[in-house]
C-alpha cells in the first residue's frame, strides 16, 4: 500500500537507469513513490529495471513525433495525468523544450557527471582528465533554459588519480551518483 505521506515521483530515463535502480531500492528510505518511469528509448534497459520493480513504465518516443515542441506537449500531458512533486531526469537524453521547463518550474531535477559549473554539456570525464583536474564529481540541479545550468542542489565529488582514463573516472563518479540523488532528492523535499 502507498504511503499517503510519501512524495509522487516519475523519472525520466533513456538508456541503463542505474540511477534508476538506486532510487528504487531506496524509494522508502527517502520517502517516494515512484508513480512511472518514462523513456523516450524502446529499448533502454532501465524500463526493465522499472517493469521488475512493479512500477508503471511508458515509451514517448522523439520520432513519434515531427517536432520538439509536440513531443515535449506529449510529455506533458502524460505528466499531467500523474500530477508529480518532482519530475526526475536520470540519463534523459533529450533537451527539454522552455514550454516542458515552465510548465514545471521548480519540480524538474538533473543529475549531471560533473562538478558544475564546470564541464556543462557531453564527455565530461575526458574534459576533467585533460584540463588536469584534480577531482570530478556529479551535481543535481533543477533544470531551467540554460543547459546543466540551474541551481545547484548537491554535490559529491572523487579523485582523479594518475592512471585514470574516462571510462575508470566515470564508473567511480556514477557509484558517488547512486548516493547524490538520494540526498538531493531528500533535501529538495524537505524544503
Ligand atoms: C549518468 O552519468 C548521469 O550523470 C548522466 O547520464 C548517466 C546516466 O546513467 N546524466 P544511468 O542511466 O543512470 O546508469
Known amino acids: 500500500m502507498?504511503?499517503?505521506s510519501f512524495?509522487?515521483?516519475?523519472?525520466l530515463i533513456s538508456g541503463s537507469g542505474s540511477n534508476l535502480q538506486s532510487i528504487i531500492d531506496n524509494s522508502d528510505n527517502i520517502g517516494v513513490n515512484i508513480q512511472s518511469v518514462i523513456s523516450n528509448k524502446a529499448d533502454a534497459f532501465g524500463l526493465k529495471r522499472a517493469k521488475n520493480a512493479g512500477i508503471a513504465t511508458k515509451v514517448i518516443e522523439r520520432k513519434?513525433?515531427?517536432t520538439d515542441k509536440d513531443f515535449d506537449y506529449a510529455l506533458i500531458r502524460y505528466i499531467n495525468t500523474l500530477n508529480p512533486d518532482l519530475i526526475?531526469?536520470?540519463g534523459f537524453m533529450h533537451i527539454l523544450t522552455t514550454k516542458f521547463i515552465?510548465?514545471?518550474?521548480g519540480q524538474i531535477?538533473?543529475?549531471?557527471?560533473?562538478?558544475?559549473?564546470?564541464?556543462?554539456?557531453?564527455n565530461t570525464h575526458?574534459?576533467?582528465?585533460d584540463a588536469g583536474d584534480s577531482k570530478a564529481g556529479a551535481s543535481v540541479h533543477f533544470v531551467t533554459n540554460e543547459l546543466d545550468s540551474g541551481e545547484i542542489i548537491l554535490?559529491?565529488?572523487?579523485?582523479?588519480?594518475?592512471?585514470?582514463?574516462?571510462?575508470?573516472?566515470?564508473k567511480k563518479v556514477l557509484e558517488q551518483e547512486h548516493i547524490l540523488y538520494l540526498e538531493a532528492i531528500q533535501k529538495v523535499l524537505q524544503r
Not at 7 to 11: A, E, L, P, V, W
Not at 102 to 105: H, R, V, Y
Request: no cysteine; glycine share 2%.
Open 2 to 4: 502507498v504511503n499517503k
Open 7 to 11: 512524495s509522487k515521483i516519475i523519472i
Open 64 to 66: 513519434q513525433f515531427a
Open 88 to 90: 526526475v531526469l536520470a
Open 102 to 105: 515552465n510548465t514545471f518550474a
Open 109 to 122: 531535477l538533473n543529475i549531471h557527471p560533473a562538478l558544475l559549473p564546470k564541464y556543462k554539456g557531453l
Open 126 to 129: 575526458q574534459r576533467a582528465i
Open 155 to 170: 554535490q559529491r565529488s572523487v579523485p582523479i588519480d594518475l592512471d585514470d582514463n574516462a571510462a575508470t573516472l566515470a
